[in-house]
Nanobody, 130 residues
Framework: QVQLVESGGGLVQAGGSLRLSCAAS??????????MGWFRQAPGKDREFVSG????????DYADSVKGRFIISRDNAKNTVYLQMNSLEPEDTAVYYC?????????????????????WGQGTQVTVSS
């Protein structure tokens, strides 16, 4: 099994910044390739795609709502994925989850569908006040 642990969430005023981290562990993760994604879910709402990054970081994807404000990156040597969140808005308030998508023989492109991901963290709360 792959274990994912998010950190870096908290309370911030509108216009501020936070940097989320997702640390992966487990023998399976170390021996295979994974694309990584960030999702978020507000109370009473569906989980939505935020951003994703391919195994070698050659491809990234962002939801329109965060494009230009958020930056995803990864450090495979540290088994860690980051989400730098700038110019935060109250609408960004949610629990943020990281997820790992096991690469197929066809490649390791970013997917936006939550069901495509094999492993999930437990989430970290991000609250943006106005």
């Amino acid at each position: 099994q792959v274990q994912l642990v998010e950190s870096g969430g908290g309370l911030v005023q509108a216009g501020g910044s936070l940097r989320l981290s997702c640390a992966a562990s487990g023998r399976t993760f170390s021996m295979h390739s994974y694309a990584m994604g960030w999702f978020r879910q507000a109370p009473g709402k569906d989980r939505e795609f935020v951003s994703g990054i391919s195994w070698r970081a050659g491809s990234t994807d962002y939801a329109d709502s965060v494009k230009g404000r958020f930056i995803i990156s990864r450090d495979n040597a540290k088994n860690t994925v980051y989400l730098q969140m700038n110019s935060l808005e109250p609408e960004d308030t949610a629990v943020y989850y990281c997820a790992a998508d096991y690469c197929s023989v066809y490649g390791c492109r970013v997917k936006r569908e939550s069901y495509a991901y094999d492993y999930w963290g437990q989430g970290t709360q991000v609250t943006v006040s106005s």
